[in-house]
């Protein structure tokens, strides 16, 4: 497909799946009531359902999706690795960490909004402690290896606060936190992500060039004239901000910043400048039209959200790789 008719295609997509969110759930709400709630106010229940349950749903789809499938996009780039993800840094595992120490110390039952702060703040917590492991010179190796230790060590101590739990409510509140959900949120969580991923989206913005020119590696990149430390630093910045903020509004949702620029690799000719915005629309795509099915497939129960990207992700992934064991590389 021309790059040209995609991102018309990706967007009018991701625009019809936004609606759908915004028209999808227990609630038999008919169009016109929908969109009078929506936009002039009529109705004080309807109001209230279609402004204060799915219009947050919806634009937490939309925001984290397309958060995850840049970060993937231009995490992949950076390190020329199609295999590579946005947790690869550690940004996740350390965002999650953030909430279940909100949740175990009873922080996000008395302050709600404790959960998506200490959320971020883990994940800043881990950008530090990745800059400074890796160093202003360290190289993508180095980075990688930085952020397997922050995510195991994360991960660790997420384990250790699960098993020394008093509490077995918490800890069940933390397992069903961490398997991510957009469901009871509110327009608070949209403004808590909104400017970290603001702020992701224009660091990465600014990286396209620079990411095409690291397609001939680092080396004749920089000969180039290419800044490539600094242009490290702007990607992990970007992607940490993004994923960081995701992870805290929606826990953890897998598989979406590694599928989807897979999906659309060929048709942007592989240039990662073309990547990351049409890897962000694809995985606002990914992640409404989940959670559209998640309300779909059961009403009654509280499927999650990252449980469903996992179950499609994973089979469709391993029937890449299969696919790609027969190219030459």
Do not use: C, Y
């Not at 709600?112 to 530090?128: D, E, K, M």
């Amino acid at each position: 497909m021309r790059p040209a008719l995609l991102f018309p295609l990706l967007g009018l997509t991701v625009a019809l799946l936004f609606a759908g969110s915004l028209l999808t759930g227990p609630a038999a709400i008919g169009l016109g009531d929908s969109l009078a709630a929506l936009f002039r106010g009529e109705g004080e229940a309807v109001v209230l359902v279609m402004r204060e349950i799915r219009l947050p749903r919806a634009l937490l789809g939309l925001m984290v999706g397309a958060a995850l499938g840049a970060s993937g996009a231009a995490m992949q780039g950076l390190l020329r690795n199609p295999l590579a993800e946005p947790g690869l840094i550690g940004t996740s595992a350390a965002a999650a960490l953030g909430a279940v120490i909100a949740l175990q110390t009873g922080l996000a039952a008395a302050f709600p909004p404790a959960l998506p702060l200490l959320a971020l703040a883990g994940a800043v917590v881990s950008v530090l402690a990745i800059l400074g492991l890796a160093g202003p010179r360290g190289g993508s190796l180095t980075l990688i290896l930085a952020g397997i230790a922050i995510s195991a060590l994360a991960a660790a101590f997420t384990a250790l606060v699960l098993s020394l739990s008093p509490n077995p409510f918490a800890a069940s509140e933390i397992v069903f936190w961490m398997m991510g959900s957009l469901a009871d949120r509110s327009m608070l969580h949209v403004w808590i992500a909104l400017p970290a991923m603001l702020a992701g989206a224009l660091l990465l913005a600014g990286t396209g060039r620079g990411l095409d020119a690291l397609t001939l590696g680092e080396d004749a990149a920089a000969t180039l004239g290419l800044p490539v430390a600094r242009l490290r630093l702007a990607v992990v910045l970007g992607v940490a901000a993004l994923v960081g903020a995701a992870t805290a509004v929606a826990g953890a949702v897998g598989f979406v910043g590694l599928v989807v620029p897979h999906l659309l690799r060929r048709a942007v000719g592989a240039r990662p400048a073309r990547l990351v915005p049409a890897a962000a629309l694809g995985g606002a795509a990914v992640v409404l039209a989940a959670d559209i099915a998640v309300r779909l497939i059961a009403p009654d129960r509280d499927l999650k959200l990252g449980v469903l990207t996992a179950l499609v992700g994973a089979p469709f992934f391993l029937h890449l790789i299969l696919k790609s064991r027969g190219e030459r590389p």
